[in-house]
């Protein structure tokens, strides 16, 4: 072989060994490239699974998914929307890329529209490596302008339905592996959508109320903490305002909860409406409105200076929510009433202030509907004490701590004792006699007075009925009902058991009723008295002169006697206004063919002008306070007529 030969064999076989070389680099570096590209593609795939677990909410996840997409696979912009069932349509929920959010009008797209709308509606994914001249991708000329080359849509479906649509752009080719890639993911994008949306719903049924969207209490809580805590940082104040509809229960009562659910929601449409309005005082505050539950709302106001810049905020809501509502063709009205509470004066933690609130609310209901109060600390000390009257009512209640003191009624003309007046007395186990004038207010308010009334009823009585075995005097006993007493359907049939049970004949039984309990409901009183009367029951009404005095419908009602009011009395014979209304009074009476009966009694000088003005009947600490039965017993038995027994 001659030299030129071996060189050419020799370059041969280098060019051989080159060649073969570069075929392992190639294959080499066609290997090393797969590897990238499954670092490259599985960091994607893992920047998703860990969104997919650390996201708070379904946005945040959603951002992170196409911020991961444009970074791995090279996207000019990704987009994901999410399905709204309702409307029918895609909200853009994501984007990351050349733009942002709020770019372009796509915010909404009804499934079926454009090259997002079709893959919804197709359920199959588009992917194109020739953007310009695909027939569907609508903007083309947009497409041309920003040198769009490769487009992926993919609908994102769990167990076969639609929950939204993940989609990208790019300028350069997409390969097989970024289509793989794409595809892999979004079966992980479309569980995470079911899973938040399932947990928002999940917070959503958690803190907020379902009937009007708003805050509920828990929510409200929270919020309030947040709130105390910034104001005590900054020293300012917030205040709570629970507002409480009056008499809502009418209108689910008369038109059904439906409308009443409808009526709910336009209240707190107005809160809101109110606390946006764009007076001055509105703008200072940043107010925030939750629903308690029921007919109960709070709003919470920030960044007051004191509490009482609450009041033009509370005018304000009050007099929004007395305005006509319109609901299914029915004019409403209704008012509200209004408790205020402030940190930090009435209270430094949210269960405090709610609960302060709430006591005003009380005091605001009380004393008249559709307006507002401020806690005071004298408020919670009244509140207090008429919570622990009420368990102590119960209490003694089930004790049988409750007995009757009679007082006598005399016959001013003969000043004989013809009957007698059962007071009830609470004696505690400390042996402390309490004043009715103390309970009776709190047992008719919390319905105690029912059982404590039936008991008045059956022990005078039957007090009456042994008395009258045990001598020959007979006198009635007079008992006093309350207005709740008398309302309740059952009550005279209750009196007549009362009467067959305890033997005692009708006619020595006297009710005494007050002119309030009349007109709280005129028809059942009516009624009531006729029944009674029909029965051989007296009646007569208490405390005159403090109620509504009303002669028209005195006329109507059948009545037995009338007893003057104490107010009356106490300055009959040294004040010429009261002693002209007692004559009045007694005049009037007899018209009516109605006794008077003074109570109160407590002078001669009062005795005197009674007796001159033809005043029938006398009550009063001048013949005796009211005392226990023994001796009660001792004053009739004693045989003397001559009743100045005090003296
Ligand atoms: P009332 O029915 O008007 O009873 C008259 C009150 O005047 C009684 O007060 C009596 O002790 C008091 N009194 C009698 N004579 C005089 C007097 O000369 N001077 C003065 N300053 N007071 C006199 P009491 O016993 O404290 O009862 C207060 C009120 O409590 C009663 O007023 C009545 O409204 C209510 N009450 C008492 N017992 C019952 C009851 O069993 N049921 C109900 N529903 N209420 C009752
Ligand atoms: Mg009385
Ligand atoms: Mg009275």
């Not at 009562?253 to 005082?281: C, E, P, W, Y």
């Not at 008992?479 to 305890?502: A, P």
Request: aromatic share 8%; with cysteine.
């Amino acid at each position: 072989m001659d030299l030129e030969r071996k060189v050419e064999v020799r370059t041969e076989k280098l060019l051989k060994a080159n060649q073969e070389l570069r075929g392992e680099n190639i294959q080499r570096r066609k290997a090393e490239d797969g590897l990238i590209e499954q670092v490259r593609l599985s960091t994607l795939g893992a920047e998703i699974g860990s969104a997919l677990v650390q996201s708070k909410d379904l946005e945040s996840l959603l951002q992170l998914c196409t911020e991961s997409i444009v970074k791995h696979l090279d996207a000019a912009f990704a987009r994901i929307w999410t399905l709204n069932e309702k409307e029918n349509n895609l909200e853009l929920m994501a984007s990351a890329g050349m733009y942002t959010h709020k770019d372009g009008n796509h915010g909404s797209i009804p499934v079926g529209k454009f090259e997002i709308g079709r893959i919804a509606q197709n359920k199959k994914p588009h992917l194109t490596n020739e953007v310009i001249g695909d027939s569907q991708i609508s903007d083309q000329e947009w497409a041309k302008r920003e040198g769009m080359i490769a487009f992926a849509g993919h609908p994102l479906v769990v167990a076969d339905k639609l929950v939204g649509v993940m989609a990208m752009f790019a300028k350069k080719a997409l390969h097989e592996n970024d289509l793989k890639a794409l595809a892999s993911i979004s079966d992980g994008i479309a569980l995470g959508i079911v899973r938040k949306k399932a947990e928002d719903q999940i917070h959503f049924l958690a803190y907020y109320d379902n009937l009007t969207s708003l805050p509920n209490r828990f929510l409200f809580r929270e919020l309030l903490g947040k709130s105390i805590e910034y104001a005590g940082r900054y020293k300012q104040t917030c205040a709570i305002a629970l507002i409480d509809l009056n008499d809502f229960n009418r209108i689910n009562d008369t038109f059904g909860h439906n409308i009443g659910d409808g009526f709910l929601k336009s209240v707190s449409s107005r809160l809101l409406k109110a606390l946006r309005s764009s007076d001055n005082v509105a703008r200072m505050f940043e107010g925030r409105i939750a629903r308690m539950g029921g007919d109960q709302f709070f709003l919470l106001l920030q960044g007051l200076d004191r509490g009482l810049d609450a009041s033009p905020v509370a005018r304000r809501i009050l007099s929004g929510l007395s305005q006509a509502y319109e609901i299914d063709g029915h004019e409403i009205f209704i008012t509200a009433s209004m408790g205020i509470a402030a940190f930090p004066d009435d209270g430094r933690d949210p269960d405090d202030l709610i609960k302060n609130a709430d006591t005003a609310l009380n005091h605001a209901k009380k004393e008249g509907k559709n307006n507002f109060r401020f806690y005071s600390k004298s408020m919670n000390e009244a509140s207090l004490e008429l919570l622990t009257m009420e368990t102590n009512l119960r209490r003694a209640i089930e004790r049988q701590e409750f007995l009757l003191f009679y007082q006598p009624k005399v016959d001013l003309a003969t000043r004989k004792i013809i009957g007698m007046e059962a007071l009830i007395r609470w004696k505690t186990q400390t042996g402390d006699l309490i004043s009715p004038a103390k309970f009776i207010p709190v047992a008719e308010e919390n319905g105690l007075i029912l059982p404590i009334g039936k008991f008045v009823l059956q022990a005078g009585c039957l007090q009456n009925k042994t008395w009258q075995t045990a001598c020959t005097k007979k006198i009635s006993v007079a008992i006093n009902v309350s207005g709740l007493q008398f309302g309740q359907k059952e009550f005279v049939q209750e009196v007549l058991t009362i009467l067959k049970d305890t033997g005692l004949d009708p006619q020595y039984l006297e009710l005494e009723i007050t002119e309030t309990t009349i007109m709280k409901n005129i028809e059942r009183a009516v009624q009531n008295l006729n029944e009674l009367k029909a029965a051989g029951i007296k009646v007569s009404l208490d405390d005159f002169g403090t109620g509504y005095s009303s002669l028209s419908y005195l006329q109507r009602m059948p009545l037995d006697s009338l007893k003057i009011d104490i107010s009356f009395i106490r300055n009959v014979a040294t004040n010429p206004d009261d002693a002209a209304i007692v004559k009045t009074i007694i005049t009037m009476a007899h018209n009516l063919n109605l006794k008077v009966i003074a109570e109160g009694v407590e002078d001669e000088h009062q005795l005197e002008f009674l007796k001159a003005h033809g005043c029938d009947v006398i009550q009063g600490y001048l013949f005796s306070p009211p005392v226990p039965p023994e001796e009660f017993f001792n004053l009739l038995t004693r045989g003397n007529d001559q009743l100045f027994l005090n003296k």
